[in-house]
């Protein structure tokens, strides 16, 4: 069974910096398409970051130029580096993979993974 767990979750400053880690039971290189979704508090899920086994990686633009993806196949962890930080930052932050390579479903769209985590919060102050 496939266990995604996420950690590295923090309150910091505006500005600041912090990295979150996903650490997933299986080999991090069998998963076609590996992701981060955020919620805030009363909005929809949305996709923040995504790389593909080709290691292609795609992002909002709300986090272009300041987040950064990556996969430590070996450590089989994904990770997401947060830098400038603002306040609209603030969520619950989500891990997402799947083995799959063919979807009907945009790998922007919750629909397109079946295995997440449970989430590590992160809050932004101003």
């Known amino acids: 069974q496939v266990r995604l767990v996420e950690s590295g979750g923090a309150s910091v400053q505006a500005g600041g910096s912090l990295r979150l880690s996903c650490a997933a039971s299986g080999s991090t290189y069998n998963f076609y398409l590996m992701a981060w979704f955020r919620q805030a508090p009363g909005k929809e899920r949305e996709s923040v970051a995504r790389i593909f086994r080709s290691g292609n990686s795609f992002y909002a633009d709300s986090v272009k130029g300041r987040f950064t993806i990556s996969q430590d196949n070996a450590k089989n962890t994904l990770y997401l580096q947060l830098n400038n930080v603002k306040p609209e930052d603030t969520a619950m932050y989500y891990c997402?993979?799947?083995?799959?390579?063919?979807?009907?479903?945009?790998?922007?769209?919750?629909?397109?993974?079946?295995?997440w985590g449970q989430g590590t919060q992160v809050t932004v102050s101003s």
């Open positions: 997402a993979a799947d083995y799959s390579s063919s979807s009907s479903y945009s790998s922007m769209s919750k629909a397109r993974y079946r295995y």
